[in-house]
């Protein structure tokens, strides 16, 4: 049975660094590109950032790049999203989720075959 659990959201002050953490099964996970996502209320899900399968190819929106770093671990099947600089603007559900046609260079949702329930993420004082 396919299954994502993300974790690592939470409340942070403006400045402050959160890990994200996408742990994935029942499908052969170093095949798939692996993208995160974000849906803020009353917003469409964005595309944050993706890493190809054997993390060659990265993305990063220009709205987080500097900020946010994308990584994986095949051996543990899982994917990350390192956070850090955190700003009210990026509050949001984030959610990862799964691409056969890998991250190259860019980041659509339709691309995506399989996806995570998402974490809170929320950048408050």
């Known amino acids: 049975q396919l299954q994502f659990v993300e974790s690592g959201g939470g409340l942070v002050q403006p400045g402050g660094s959160l890990r994200l953490s996408c742990a994935a099964s029942?499908?052969?996970?170093?095949?798939?590109?692996i993208g995160w996502f974000r849906q803020a209320p009353g917003k469409e899900r964005e595309g944050v950032s993706c890493?190809?399968?054997?993390?060659?190819?990265?993305y990063y929106a220009d709205s987080v790049k500097g900020r946010f770093t994308i990584s994986r671990d095949n051996a543990k099947n899982t994917a990350y999203l390192q956070m850090n600089n955190l700003e009210p603007g990026d509050t949001a559900v984030y959610s990862c989720?799964?691409?056969?046609?890998?991250?190259?260079?860019?980041?659509?949702?339709?691309?995506?075959?399989?996806w995570g329930q998402g974490t809170q993420v929320t950048v408050s004082s």
């Open positions: 989720a799964a691409s056969s046609i890998g991250c190259d260079g860019t980041i659509a949702l339709d691309e995506y075959d399989y």
């Open positions: 029942g499908f052969t996970f170093d095949d798939y590109g």
């Open positions: 890493i190809s399968s054997g993390a060659a190819s990265i």
